[in-house]
């Protein structure tokens, strides 16, 4: 077994190049940029919204707290007749992108550890590099990746979208597999 301490480096190693992945994913290839489109009445929908002062939450449009009510003349009206939708909302003001860079950081860090407990526990010192590459990649391209499908299937989130994060999650954990491949530990 491979002590955790000995994969302090794989760790940070796969955060950095996984940090740096995204940045070129988001600046240079920019495939994300069509993921949002403008709403055809903005300025209306955002006067809306500031007039009910929502706090910041997660929103269902319509709402409906109790699964019985589903089955309601009045909910089955306002299903039919729409919008239906479910809306994030946040504090107002500039966004910080230093603060969202730093839990972005954080996350990797968070993966990378994961990735590390699970091959640690998996792979013994000296493991060749493709098998250590497979189970390393695996791990964190599930925890990259995975979770974002529900959103299509549950949250109406556009599958071409839901393709492009995938994609990312699979970039990310081929980086994620290298820095452990590479500085897995050798047998004694």
């Known amino acids: 077994m491979v002590s955790l301490t000995q994969l302090w480096l794989p760790i940070l190693l796969a955060a950095v190049f996984v940090f740096l992945g995204s940045s070129l994913v988001h ?3 920019k495939w994300h940029n069509s993921d949002y489109r403008a709403h055809p009445d903005e300025e209306g ?3 809306a919204i500031r007039k009910g002062s929502p706090a910041p939450g997660q929103y269902a ?3 409906c707290g109790d699964p019985k009510a589903m089955g309601t003349d009045e909910m089955k009206r306002k299903y039919e007749e729409g919008p239906m939708g479910f809306l ?3 504090a107002p003001g500039v966004p910080n992108m230093g603060s969202y860079l730093g839990k972005w950081f954080l996350y990797t860090l968070g993966v990378s550890f994961c990735v590390a407990y699970v091959a640690s526990r998996t792979l013994a010192p000296g493991t060749p590099y493709l098998q250590v590459f497979r189970v390393a990649g695996t791990v964190a391209f599930l925890a990259y990746a995975a979770g974002s499908i529900q959103g299509s299937i549950w949250f109406g989130k556009p599958w071409t979208v839901t393709l492009k994060e995938l994609a990312d999650g699979l970039i990310y954990g081929l980086l994620t597999a290298g820095a452990f491949g590479w500085l897995w ?3 004694l």
């Open 27 to 29: 600046m240079a290839l």
């Open 88 to 90: 994030v909302l946040t």
């Open 45 to 47: 929908l955002r006067a």
């Open 61 to 63: 449009l319509p709402f």
């Open 185 to 187: 530990p050798s047998a």
